[in-house]
């Protein structure tokens, strides 16, 4: 196994982009602003961090690469640098609204600690080797831990933090014994090399007990029920920032490693159409496998996320239950595991991403005004803050999946995708019924949002909230991105459908 | 008596399941990371054995990778019950309920 270091940097020039960026922020803070103002720290210290970003979004558009570094350790392909280019972008997004906020006096290491996890997430999305894909989760999850944690004002935010890393290294400790037996079974750490190696054995009983602590690992990173128990918690005490970043990129991020890993390692044998691994969740034939598994946590986590999303009085707990309902949408396209499935996948994953980090970015807003994130801090919100308020329109109605936006497309996708690969006889259809039939639910609780905003009263002596610039420009441009993304779907699904089919799967 | 792969595969689980007994049962934060470690060494047992017995190093090289990882994990795990401490002067889980619905 001959590698020339040379070329494995060459491939790694984004993530090493993003790495060199964190430490020149941590340095910069360190050495050169540590005297100024708070505002104009976070502001300098931000532009370097965004300026690494772009420049590694701009080396991935100028170099596409395709190779498969040290046996599945690090794959590049178009379809992995999409979403890698789509993680960078939500990056940016988080340290853009973050610049506003004065929860902490260490902005470098605020910073560094965004970039690393987004480098955690980029290593991740190219893994295809079992112990680089633990690795990366590791380095991932560390680093939002300390996110979480990084108001040391607030009890809430270590409290939140103690929550996530709690359930965060129980689950890495179950992905862990999982993968291991895995590697037991199939001898061999790579995803292809372990799906050719249990391709003739069936359903073994050590593989059902490996498949189901995966699929747990997995289904904590996404907050998915019954594992989502940290999720509210760790939105409502962490900074609003963090908790946006937690609730976007991470989510791409293993999401696409979830569907991945389901699609490539266990697929097994096909019998009758149906493979041997993944079984079946169609109605009336259910076939054990994985698929069923998921099926189970999905129509958990739409159930309960929407209806404990009812009576939520916290925005970040309502914006937490309500993400643990998405979550159980894009398990279906999970469960689909076809290359349709996957591109659907990533367009939700993405859109949802960018907009939970605008809805965030407004209650960063209302927060840093009226201290907390009641739903009655926002009433008459529309009086006091217009633009604000025109972009939490867009945000709830996009999470809601009112067309033309782009949550609507992102469920037309993710169900389309869902009923074509239980064709002829749309054996997932149950699954969509119920999906839809609990985003209409969920319109209740997105439109009491908007009520307090729009139809309620100011509270007597309120005046009018001042934005800052940056602030208005940021929110209103990832409003932009939502209704651009929702009316030309294909920007991006093109691109997703393409580099699909470019990478095989 | 010869020792086989399925005598390591039952230590581990053994080991797997004291560490989650503790987690769910324990009430001390210390506590509960020694038992977190636990789960993730049991881990790493198996991953040994299956090593030995399948005739390749990648298991161990994880392993190595695992220890590290660990090492990092209760590095941030003991930074957080600081912070919590210095708040609230508690370690204990069921002084964890400043938020509820």
């Known amino acids: 196994m001959n590698v020339s270091y040379l070329e494995l940097l060459k491939l790694a020039a984004p993530e090493t982009i993003v790495v060199l960026t964190a430490l020149a922020a941590l340095v910069v803070d360190l050495t050169s602003t540590r005297d100024l103002e708070a505002r104009f720290r976070f502001i300098i210290n931000g532009m370097i961090a965004c300026a690494g970003c772009v420049a590694a979004i701009v080396w991935m558009l100028v170099m596409p690469a395709h190779a498969n570094a040290l046996e599945g350790m690090f794959v590049v392909d178009p379809l992995t640098q999409v979403v890698k280019i789509a993680l960078l972008g939500l990056t940016l997004f988080t340290v853009l609204i973050s610049m506003d906020s004065t929860f902490t006096e260490h902005i470098g290491e605020y910073l560094a600690l965004i970039l690393l996890a987004a480098v955690g997430m980029m290593f991740l999305v190219s893994a295809e080797d079992i112990l680089m894909i633990f690795i990366s989760l590791e380095l991932t999850s560390l680093s939002l831990y300390i996110l979480a944690a990084f108001n040391k004002r607030d009890v809430n935010s270590a409290e939140a933090a103690l929550k996530y890393f709690l359930f965060g290294g129980m689950a890495a400790a179950f992905t862990l014994f999982g993968l291991s037996l895995l590697y037991g079974l199939s001898g061999a750490t790579n995803l292809g090399q372990i799906a050719a190696a249990l391709e003739d054995k069936g359903l073994d009983p050590l593989l059902i007990v490996a498949m189901v602590m995966i699929v747990l690992g997995f289904g904590f990173k996404v907050a998915a029920v019954p594992f989502h128990l940290w999720a509210p918690d760790a939105y409502q005490g962490a900074p609003t920032p963090s908790a946006a970043f937690i609730a976007s990129g991470s989510k791409v991020a293993s999401f696409f490693i979830f569907a991945k890993v389901m699609m490539i390692g266990f697929t097994g044998g096909e019998t009758n159409g149906v493979h041997e691994i993944a079984g079946s969740a169609a109605w009336q034939q259910f076939v054990s496998g994985w698929t069923p598994v998921v099926a189970v946590v999905a129509v958990l986590s739409m159930l309960l996320g929407n209806l404990v999303a009812i009576v939520q009085s916290s925005v970040k707990r309502l914006i937490a239950y309500s993400a643990i309902a998405h979550a159980g949408y894009m398990l279906i396209g999970v469960m689909a595991h076809s290359g349709e499935a996957v591109a659907s996948l990533v367009y939700y994953a993405v859109t949802y991403g960018l907009t939970t980090i605008g809805a965030f970015g407004v209650v960063a807003v209302v927060e840093a005004r009226s201290k907390d994130d009641q739903l009655a801090s926002f009433a008459g919100l529309s009086r006091r803050a217009p633009v604000v308020s025109l972009c939490m329109m867009i945000f709830m109605l996009s999470l809601a999946g009112i067309p033309p936006?782009?949550?609507?497309?992102?469920?037309?996708?993710?169900?389309?995708?869902?009923?074509?690969?239980?064709?002829?006889?749309?054996?997932?259809?149950?699954?969509?019924?119920?999906?839809?039939?609990?985003?209409?639910?969920?319109?209740?609780?997105?439109?009491?949002?908007?009520?307090?905003?729009?139809?309620?009263?100011?509270?007597?002596?309120?005046?009018?909230?001042?934005?800052?610039?940056?602030?208005q420009v940021v929110l209103g441009l990832i409003a932009v991105g939502v209704i651009l993304l929702g009316c030309a779907p294909n920007l991006l699904v093109g691109v997703l459908q393409a580099s699909i089919k470019a990478a095989g799967l | 008596m010869n020792v086989g792969l399925e005598h390591y595969l039952v230590v581990s689980a053994l080991l797997f399941a004291l560490g989650l007994l503790g987690v769910i049962t324990r009430r001390n934060l210390l506590v509960l990371y020694m038992s977190l470690e636990l789960m993730l060494n049991s881990a790493n047992l198996a991953l040994v054995s299956f090593s030995r017995f399948n005739d390749n190093l990648n298991g161990q090289v994880m392993v190595f990778f695992i220890i590290t990882v660990a090492a990092a994990e209760v590095a941030v795990g003991l930074a957080l019950i600081v912070a919590l401490y210095r708040k609230r002067q508690t370690a204990h889980v069921e002084d964890l309920t400043s938020m509820k619905l």
Not at chain 1, 405 to 432: Q, R
Not at chain 1, 436 to 464: N, R
């Open chain 1, 405 to 471: 936006l782009a949550g609507f497309f992102g469920k037309f996708y993710v169900f389309a995708a869902a009923l074509k690969t239980g064709a002829p006889n749309l054996g997932l259809l149950w699954l969509v019924i119920l999906a839809i039939a609990m985003s209409a639910v969920s319109f209740y609780y997105y439109l009491q949002v908007l009520k307090q905003i729009y139809v309620a009263d100011m509270p007597a002596g309120a005046e009018e909230l001042r934005v800052p610039v940056l602030g």
